[in-house]
Structures are given as C-alpha cells and as structure tokens.
C-alpha cells in the first residue's frame, strides 16, 4: 500500500515542494519557446528585385516597389546577366540624373544579395549606359515608424515585365531566392507548434 501523506507531514510538504518546482520548471520553459517562437516569427525578409524579371531594362521598378514594405534588416537580391547590367548604389542625385560616375557602392556579380540596415532611401542604378534612362533604377525606402522585425507583410508587387529593348537580354536567374514572407510564415508555425507541444506536455504532468 502506497504511502499517504497528510497535509502537516514533513512528506506532504516534501511533495508539494517537488510539485512546485516541477511546475516553476515546465513555467520557465513555456516562456522562453514562446519567446523563441515570437523571434522567429520576426524573421527578416529576402525580396528578388523585379521578382521573375529580376534586373534588367524595360521593367518598372517603381511599381515593384510600391508593392513592397521594406524593413531594416530585410534583404534585396538583384538577380542579372553580369555580361550586360550591374548594380550601382547612388545619392538622391544621382538616381534622378542616372549619373553613374560617381557611386557610393558597386556590385557586379550577377547575384548581389544587399541588407537593408537603416532607415530612409536607398537608391540603385543600372551603370551601363541608357539603362537607367530606359527605367533600371530602384528607390528602395525604409518608413521611420515602421519597426525592424514585424510580422512579414503580404507580397503583393506586380509581376515585372521581363524582356527589353536594344541589345541587352533579359535578366538570368542563376539562384532563385524565395521571397522572405513564404519562410516567415513556415517558421512562425514551426515556433508555434513547439510552444504548442511543451503547454501539452505541461498539462499532462500537473496532472
């Protein structure tokens, strides 16, 4: 016969005292998965520049990022033939009077990956001549008021033209990136499952 304990036994308080901190345990473990889960949720996002036309002529660039709520720590990829374009960061005049003389950064390898880290503009060009005048040119702007790491907000940017005009072809594609909102999405299930999970397991053992 199992052993009975009464409220004022040294065993009885032994007991509850093993309970309570099993409990405190399972407590502490819950909120920081639901922590973890809340980070993970916040995951940055990663946008193809121009989607399937990627970087190239004859795509409007301003209606794609329209489209788009950028936020520090988001990351844009630029995806070209490197035989016929680049990615030329500019100022504000720059951007507006296509001058590539001058840029505050240059990338040229077909496949520039570049993190959004403050807020306001950011203004990219096309360095090869006529291709920024012919509409290769991007504002990328980051709103003040905006927070870092919110929820991924819905893609929802018009499908670039692909093709162009002259000699330059469209845009390959050498490695696809996923937007970042898809990867958001699984990673905030996968975090709320885990959470899920340990609150069960919880349940099970207080009682």
């Given at each position: 016969m199992a052993p009975m304990f009464f409220p004022s036994s040294p065993g009885f308080n032994s007991a509850m005292g093993r309970g309570n901190a099993s409990a405190g345990s399972i407590l502490i473990a819950v909120v920081l998965a639901a922590a973890a889960a809340g980070s993970l949720s916040s995951?940055?996002?990663?946008?193809?520049v121009g989607?399937?036309?990627?970087w190239t002529i004859?795509?409007?660039?301003?209606?794609?990022?329209?489209?788009?709520?950028?936020?520090?720590?988001d990351t844009i990829v630029f995806i070209y033939n490197k035989?016929?374009?680049?990615?030329?960061?500019?100022?504000?005049?720059?951007?507006?009077s296509c001058n590539?003389?001058?840029?505050?950064?240059?990338h040229s390898t077909?496949?520039?990956s570049i993190s959004i880290t403050r807020y306001g503009h950011?203004?990219?060009?096309?360095?090869?001549p006529g291709h920024c005048a012919a509409g290769q040119k991007l504002d990328v702007r980051v709103?003040?008021?905006?927070?870092?790491?919110?929820?991924?907000?819905?893609?929802?940017?018009?499908?670039?033209?692909?093709?162009?005009?002259?000699?330059?072809?469209?845009?390959?594609?050498?490695?696809?990136?996923?937007?970042?909102?898809?990867?958001?999405?699984?990673?905030?299930?996968?975090?709320?499952?885990i959470v899920a999970i340990i609150v069960a397991a919880s349940v099970v053992v207080l009682h």
């Open positions: 995951a940055a996002n990663v946008y193809n989607d399937g036309a990627g004859a795509a409007n660039y301003s209606s794609w990022a329209s489209g788009k709520t950028f936020r520090i720590r035989s016929f374009h680049n990615v030329l960061e500019v100022s504000k005049a720059d951007y507006r590539a003389a001058a840029p505050i950064a240059t077909g496949n520039d950011r203004f990219f060009i096309c360095g090869f709103p003040k008021h905006l927070s870092a790491v919110p929820p991924s907000p819905p893609s929802d940017g018009s499908q670039a033209a692909s093709g162009g005009t002259g000699s330059s072809p469209a845009a390959s594609a050498p490695g696809s990136v996923a937007h970042g909102e898809g990867g958001a999405e699984s990673i905030r299930g996968f975090g709320m499952m």
